[in-house]
């Protein structure tokens, strides 16, 4: 009886979740300059970052980011205590773990924004938990994640345990680029590809600072978005070599998340043509939560033991 307006009640979560996503992203990229007017050269100003500040767009940002992290709280802990008594191990482990994890960002906002690297990519990679364990709640509630894996669990799983691990590192070196003021690196060119030693040290997330404070070697930001890019298509490749091999059937949540992922790199190389466009960007961080979401999907679908749907 209760099966109904529980995976609604997951089904707003997981959406409630994309938002905050989205406008954390939006209000973080906007502040920097990302889609000001000249680009690049007003990139990173203290001139723009203020009227970006003070403009209805980040208000309306701040408002809806506020709004829907609190109503996620409340929904997350009441999906959580209605779907309990049905749950299995698995299920139970997510929904303790949405709830931890609120409960982390919640902290972390209170120190937000922070010029420490670590506090976005906390709020960055903490997001996308959010969508992943949302998604795989509500799959696990429906048909989605019904199909038992062809190929042997323990292969299925170490797959998913793969393509996590290079989301997280993609998506952190994505928050990285952001919180350095990167974004403009490669706003004359990035023509090939470029490492600077000084690379090690941007990444450090407990260094704070803009990339070119903490380093004099120019090709620095560039390295932070060649990373992003061979991150993404060692995940694109990874991705299609586990689902060649899988011999995955058209609709199955394994297809959608090759579609989603096809998508995200193709968008990213997208955003590196038409460098500077806001809404490209925001798109390609959601289309990254999608992602994610897919990825929970097929998560649950390779865990044990499994549970019965509520």
């Known amino acids: 009886m209760m099966a109904r307006p529980l995976r609604a009640l997951l089904l707003t979560t997981l959406l409630l979740a994309l938002v905050i996503l989205g406008s954390s992203a939006t209000l973080r990229l906007f502040a920097n300059g990302i889609g000001c007017d000249p680009w690049p050269s007003c990139y990173g100003l203290a001139e723009t970052a203020n009227q970006a500040q003070g403009s209805s767009l980040a208000k309306v940002l701040r408002l809806t980011h506020r709004t829907t992290a609190s109503a996620f709280a409340i929904l997350v802990i009441a999906a959580v205590a209605i779907g309990w008594r049905g749950w299995g191990g698995p299920m139970r482990l997510i929904g303790l773990s949405l709830i931890v994890v609120t409960g982390v960002l919640a902290g972390v906002g209170l120190y937000t924004p922070s010029p420490l690297p670590a506090v976005t990519i906390i709020n960055v990679l903490g997001g996308l938990v959010l969508i992943g364990l949302s998604a795989a709640l509500l799959s696990r509630s429906t048909a989605l994640a019904s199909c038992r894996p062809e190929l042997p669990a323990r292969f299925m799983r170490r797959a998913v345990w793969t393509l996590l691990a290079l989301l997280a590192l993609q998506a952190a070196v994505g928050a990285m680029i952001s919180v350095r003021v990167a974004g403009n690196a490669c706003a004359a060119s990035c023509p090939q ?10 990444l450090n997330p407990m260094l704070s600072g803009r990339w070119n404070a903490l380093s004099s070697d120019l090709t620095a930001g560039q390295s932070l978005h ?14 299609a070599s586990i689902i060649y091999v899988r011999r995955v059937a058209a609709g199955s949540p394994w297809s959608w998340l090759l579609r989603v992922t096809i998508a995200t790199f193709g968008l990213g190389v997208a955003s590196a043509i038409w460098d500077g466009q806001l809404l490209v960007t925001v798109t390609h961080v959601l289309l990254a939560g999608l992602g994610a979401a897919a990825l929970g999907v097929v998560g649950i679908s390779v865990a044990r033991p499994r549970s019965s749907p509520t």
């Open 193 to 202: 590809l470029t490492w600077s030693p000084d690379a090690l040290a941007l």
């Open 226 to 239: 060649w990373l992003h890019r061979i991150l993404g298509a060692a995940l694109l490749l990874t991705m």
